[in-house]
């Protein structure tokens, strides 16, 4: 069942169309991610969910309701925005309470649910303390206090991590997921982030110029993504794509190997763009998961970038540079300079159309 549906919006500023036929579902109590670059139309989206943007057409409907022209306070929805946009002279304790006040809320309920709230968010030693004190993970929490205390139906979030450091980024992640698992609310997030996306997003909405183009859970966005932009927005480091120098009946020529190699569905003569990902890159004396039928070639390392536990190999195959990923005990064995054999699954190939992008390949269930 849809909680939200949002129907072939559209909105522009003079000559800038931000949004162009815009159309996704979320479903009751689930956490939703819009997920693409700057300027993709990911802040008016939610904007427009909320009532605060004027749609040249379209409709959005909520919980059953056509709220498309109803008034911003009565959606039943909450918004936070990318700034945490606090009142600096009210203490946290009266950040909360401020718009159950507005709502004429008794105060008896106000210092209750402001006890809930602060409770539920673990900033109760910060109630009587300005916003300009706080850290900014406090300061985040008090935004989605205030957000949540009204016991919105929907909440939105705009980018609501952009302002925090790697540490804390990743401490509000999971606090966003257990505030989502605690509270049952319908969210919708928008981020550039894949990795905020990826890891909380139940579904992902991938937008492009203003429109989501694939929508999908992570796993089968990563797996089998529907075209090129939608391979490069997902998956990290991002995937490979491999230059062919030909194609026949089911098969394929790399510039770095000596024998084509196979590709269902691809026609003799027709242009295909192929991708691979770093992750199904492996070492040639080592294990790699699928087929034993693996294609080796020698390569050389041009780059290497360790991130703890796992290191990013940029790896030069003759003249394609591509990547790959080790795990970091296997990698500290080797320096940039050294001659390596490398091999991957020829079932792990993602397939494009060269001319249009689309995803001409299936892909084998691991």
Known sequence: MSDLKVQNLRRTFGPVVALEDMSFDVHEGE??????????????????????????????????????????????????????ALYPHLSVEANFAHPLRRSGTSSSEIKKRVGEVAELLRVTHTLKRKPTTLSGGEQQRVAIGRAIIQRPKLLLLDEPLTNLDAKLRNDMRTEFKRLHRELGMTMVLATPDQLEAL?????????????????????DLY??????????????????????????????????????????GVLSGRPVKLGLRPHD????????????????????????????????????????????VLREEIAAKYSVGDEIEVAFDPADLHIFDRTTGKRLSPRSAR
Request: aromatic residues 6%.
């Open 199 to 219: 890891t909380m997003g139940e579904r992902v909405g991938v937008m492009q110029d203003g429109k989501v183009v694939a929508v999908g859970a992570p796993r």
């Open 223 to 264: 797996q089998t993504p529907d075209d090129t932009y939608v391979a490069q927005m997902v998956g990290s480091p991002p995937i490979n794509f491999l230059p062919t120098t030909g194609s026949g009946d089911n098969v394929v020529d790399l510039p770095f190997l000596d024998q084509p190699i196979a590709a269902p």
């Open 281 to 324: 890159i492996g070492l040639a004396e080592g294990p790699v998961r699928g087929s034993a039928l693996r294609t080796k070639f020698p390569v050389k390392i041009h780059l290497t970038e360790p991130l703890g536990d796992v290191t990013i190999i940029e790896i030069a195959a003759q003249k394609t540079m591509m990547k790959m």
């Open 31 to 84: 956490f939703f991610c819009l997920l693409g670059p700057s300027s993709s139309g990911k802040t008016t989206t939610l904007r427009s969910i909320a009532g605060l943007e004027n749609l040249d057409k379209g409709e959005v409907h909520f919980a059953g309701q056509n709220v498309t022209d109803a008034p911003v306070q009565g959606r039943g929805m909450s918004m936070i925005f990318q700034t945490f």
